[in-house]
């Protein structure tokens, strides 16, 4: 992924600014939420966009996997009653919540939640010293897992795919060293180690850390492939007429919602990442001119905006296109032996 220039790693994921969601505007003028409408924040993480949504009108359904942030969001819930549902669960896990063709939008924000990294244990962030874990639902495995099993190949091509990190292989070789003296349980631990085999460049802005951790907690989460499922439930989920809008802020995720609506647009389309089609029914047709990026004042305002890009679609009446994930970018890593076995 491409990283945003920045010496932390919260400007590389999109934080640290807490209370400030990123393209607000731009999301409810593609969204157009009104009184009656039902529509799914996909990504709850601190309320923004579902309190925006609620104040213009529609009752909104929120989901995030991280128990956190649903126990967060307790007392606007105590605050709107029925027009807030709080769902625990992934956002590919929408039509497990939501009957298909019933909502009227769907919002994702794909950057990592600010409440994630600015709390140390989650171990998001080496700028705070915490457990090497990564992990945003708080289940499964852990980054310390990946880096302390993992072959050095294995790792090598989740730093090079997910971190376009072009000393991947210098640096899983040394991962791979060190583990043997001592496992890696730290984000700092593992930050200082890659600054030792990677020094950052007097000229570059960015940590050499970053497109590690950016890659691990990528693959941890399964983002990528999270992503995609999610584009695809909400083409069941959204009525004609539905809108579905995404914020990414790195490069692969806006890959695949760019593919994701050209492959929906209904027009043939053939390149090596997606097969050869005929021309058939759009099921969604662009909202205005894409991607909209944010403004100077609100990147002046919000530093996590710099990066943001915004596609959104209209729900056609057309049935839902078959799942299609050569939409990523790069192969799943997900199925990677992650134990090295």
């Known amino acids: 992924m491409a990283a945003d220039k920045g010496d932390s790693m919260t400007d590389a994921d999109g934080g640290p600014d807490r209370h400030i969601p990123v393209l607000l505007k731009e999301v409810l003028t593609a969204m157009e939420p009104a009184g009656g409408d039902v529509m799914v924040d996909a990504t709850f993480g601190a309320g923004g966009y579902t309190t925006?949504?609620?104040?213009?009108g529609a009752s909104v359904i929120a989901f995030d996997r991280d128990p956190d942030a649903i126990a967060a969001g307790a007392s606007l819930k105590a605050e709107h009653g029925d027009r807030l549902t709080l769902v625990h669960a992934r956002f590919s896990e929408l039509l497990d919540h939501v009957e298909p063709a019933s909502l009227d939008g769907v919002v994702l924000d794909i950057g990592v939640s600010s409440m994630q990294i600015d709390e140390a244990e989650r171990g998001f962030s080496f700028?705070?010293?915490?457990?090497?874990?990564?992990?945003?639902?708080?289940?499964?495995?852990?980054?310390a897992d990946v880096v302390n099993r993992m072959k050095a190949?294995?790792?090598?091509?989740?730093?090079?795919l997910l971190g376009?990190?072009?000393?991947?292989?210098?640096?899983a070789r040394a991962i791979e060293a060190d583990r043997l003296k001592e496992p890696f349980t730290t984000t700092r631990q593992l930050a200082r180690m890659i600054e030792r085999v990677?020094?950052?460049?007097h000229q570059d802005r960015i940590h050499p850390a970053t497109r590690v951790f950016q890659a691990l907690r990528t693959y941890v989460n399964d983002e990528l492939g999270e992503l995609a499922e999610a584009l695809f439930a909400a083409e069941?989920?959204?009525?004609?007429?539905?809108?579905?809008?995404?914020?990414?802020?790195?490069?692969?995720?806006?890959?695949?919602?760019?593919?994701?609506?050209?492959?929906?647009s209904g027009k043939a389309a053939g390149s090596r990442h997606l097969p050869e089609q005929i021309d058939r029914a759009a099921t969604?047709?662009?909202?205005?001119?894409?991607?909209?990026?944010?403004?100077?004042?609100?990147?002046?305002?919000?530093?996590r905006a710099r990066s943001a890009k915004l596609r959104a679609g209209l729900r056609t009446g057309a049935p839902a296109g078959a799942v299609q994930m050569s939409i990523l970018p790069v192969p799943n890593l997900a199925a990677l032996a992650a134990f090295g076995g």
Do not use: W, Y
């Open 52 to 56: 925006a949504l609620i104040r213009a």
């Open 284 to 303: 969604f047709t662009p909202i205005g001119k894409q991607p909209v990026t944010a403004g100077e004042d609100e990147c002046q305002l919000n530093p």
């Open 127 to 143: 700028m705070r010293d915490g457990p090497l874990d990564m992990r945003m639902g708080r289940s499964g495995v852990s980054a």
């Open 153 to 160: 190949n294995d790792l090598a091509r989740v730093f090079g």
């Open 236 to 264: 069941r989920a959204l009525k004609p007429g539905g809108r579905l809008v995404v914020v990414t802020f790195h490069s692969l995720e806006d890959r695949i919602v760019k593919r994701f609506f050209q492959d929906r």
């Open 164 to 171: 376009e990190e072009r000393h991947a292989g210098r640096i």
């Open 198 to 201: 990677a020094p950052r460049k």
